[in-house]
């Protein structure tokens, strides 16, 4: 039997607007909803930006506890991932809310060119981001923008800032930094093999490109990530019509690969996260 697959859902993000999809999540209320729905469908697993009234992403600690208490509430034992990310927020805000001890955060272990920015991660905010994590018992997810981003975090395992055996997301498709091409998710997968061999990994695909690397990530043995967040659309014609669907249509391609869908349960024995209580 092959290894179940976690899929995570990324709701909402930083950039994606209600104009662009209707169905996106903006307001928590919209959010808990969404992420209940994204559960029943078989995500195990939600990464989360909070907006504030402009859609802007927003560090509010308050926001991110109603969601987490939301979601824990609604989806029993399903994995809450707080972003760090960049996009609209001080760098000292980006871990402002971590104190909340959400199971994992996002952190990206190096600086890239995004489409009209720099998503500046500057190596001891890196540490400073892993150290907090650290001392909260919150389970980093590596987002591997770029390959040095990659032996950073050997690095960081090295020095005892991230515990071992990590999980890493490898990103596709954003502009700027690594595009969706198969020949560089083998090597990733190889040389994160040689380098942390307990690792647990993720691909995700930005845009056209989130259905495509769903499959290679199923093929190659990684969990797989959807949702709005990376791509609104459905396909070229449509606009996908919530984050549920999107799921349900990673369930069923595992399925075609012979994953079974992880459980909330199966994920946090998978990644080494306390169990449901
Ligand atoms: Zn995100």
């Excluded at 499959?215 to 190659?220: A, G, P, T």
Aim: proline share 6%.
């Amino acid at each position: 039997m092959s290894d179940p697959c976690i899929i995570t859902v990324a709701i909402t993000g930083s950039v994606p607007r209600k104009r662009d999809n209707p169905a996106l999540p903006v307001t928590i209320a919209e959010q808990i909803e969404s992420t209940h729905e994204a559960f029943e469908a078989g995500a195990s697993l939600v990464h989360v930006h909070v907006r504030d009234e402009n859609e802007n992403s927003s560090s509010d600690p308050e926001k991110f506890a109603r969601l987490q208490e939301g979601v824990a509430q609604h989806c029993p034992g399903m994995i809450m991932q707080f972003s760090t990310g960049g996009r609209g927020r001080q760098m000292e805000q980006r871990g402002a809310m971590l104190y909340l001890k959400p199971d994992m955060a996002s952190l990206a272990t190096g600086s890239v060119n995004f489409p009209t920015i720099v998503y500046e991660n500057p190596p001891d905010f890196v540490r400073g981001l892993a150290k907090t994590m650290l001392d909260f018992g919150i389970k980093p997810e590596i987002e591997v923008f770029d390959l040095a981003m990659l032996y950073n975090t050997a690095d960081l395992v090295r020095e005892g800032l991230i515990v071992d055996p990590p999980h890493v997301q490898f990103v596709f498709g954003v502009k700027h930094a690594l595009p969706a091409r198969r020949e560089i998710l083998e090597f990733e997968v190889a040389q994160l093999k040689k380098l942390l061999p307990r690792a647990t990994w993720t691909a995700a695909g930005i845009g056209r490109h989130q259905l495509e690397v769903n499959r290679w990530s199923l093929e190659m043995g990684g969990h797989c990530r959807t949702g709005l967040e990376d791509n609104v659309r459905w396909d070229k014609q449509t606009l996908a019509p919530g984050n549920a669907a999107l799921v349900r249509r990673v369930a069923q391609l595992c399925g075609e690969y012979g994953r079974p869908v992880a459980t909330a349960a199966q994920a946090r024995a998978m990644l080494g996260l306390r169990p449901m209580s």
